[in-house]
């Protein structure tokens, strides 16, 4: 089935954290872009949020892409649900990430809403750009991540013309006090956070899951992700997510 984008439904750069409201009509898509001034040298992510403050009980679908209109048939994330389950409550709304990365030419991501009911309904969307930050081997780094946006995003690149062997990333509990109680065993971590790292292998984007789990020597719970494949040259980029329900956001 060949869907046609409805060009005059086409909202062009949703800027930066701005609230863009949308109607849902007749069961007809919206489609939404991210700015388009996301950086062609280093890898940034788009984090969507969406949600309605007055549910009607519709069916609703939604897509997030890259570089072209997020449809049914061409996407790289997707979530559905009964419109109540994204009514903001205040504190979170679900949301859809889209990496952009250089080494594919990717320059903007775009989000679609549908619903399957045909009476209208009004709907919130935001876009986030969370830039890349650069990790540095053997040098810890304490971070938090925003609780409006969900996300943080680190890059890294091997040194030289390595494009073999293997690179350990680890996460903890950060040195405070709320987060070594918030987090003792590494199971609360994975519970608290999902990460995964991505680089280039053979000239395809490829996703790596944490591989490893356990305790340092100190007893400090810590999840770990191996990576043993990249291109030469290109950039490892490490995504985190903080889950639902977490109840502290600052991490090593």
Not at 194 to 206: F, K, Q, Y
């Amino acid at each position: 089935e060949v869907e046609v984008v409805a060009e005059n439904r086409f909202v062009q750069n949703m800027a930066d954290g701005a609230d863009t409201v949308v109607t849902l009509e007749a069961a007809a898509p919206r489609y939404l872009s991210s700015d388009t001034t996301s950086s062609r040298t280093h890898g940034a992510l788009i984090v969507f949020t969406f949600w309605t403050e007055e549910p009607i009980g519709a069916e609703v679908y939604v897509f997030a892409n890259l570089n072209t209109p997020a449809t049914r048939n061409r996407f790289i994330e997707a979530v559905k649900g009964n419109d109540t389950a994204f009514e903001r409550d205040g504190q979170t709304a679900v949301s859809l990430p889209a990496l952009i990365l250089p080494e594919t030419g990717d320059q903007f991501a775009t989000l679609t809403l549908r619903s399957t009911d045909s009476r209208d309904s009004v709907w919130h969307a935001k876009s986030n750009r969370v830039k890349a930050t650069a990790m540095v081997s053997d040098t810890p780094r304490m971070f938090s991540i925003p609780p409006d946006v969900g996300y943080e995003l680190f890059s890294f690149t091997p040194p030289g013309k390595l494009n073999q062997g293997r690179i350990f990333i680890q996460i903890m509990p950060s040195d405070t006090q709320e987060s070594m109680r918030a987090y003792p065993r590494w199971q609360d971590l994975q519970q608290a956070i999902e990460m995964r790292a991505v680089s280039m292998v053979n000239g395809a984007v490829t996703y790596f899951e944490v591989s490893d789990w356990g305790y340092t020597s100190d007893g400090t719970a810590g999840l770990q992700i191996l990576v043993d494949q990249w291109d030469e040259g290109t950039t490892v980029y490490l995504l985190i997510k903080m889950m639902p329900g977490a109840t502290e956001n600052s991490f090593s």
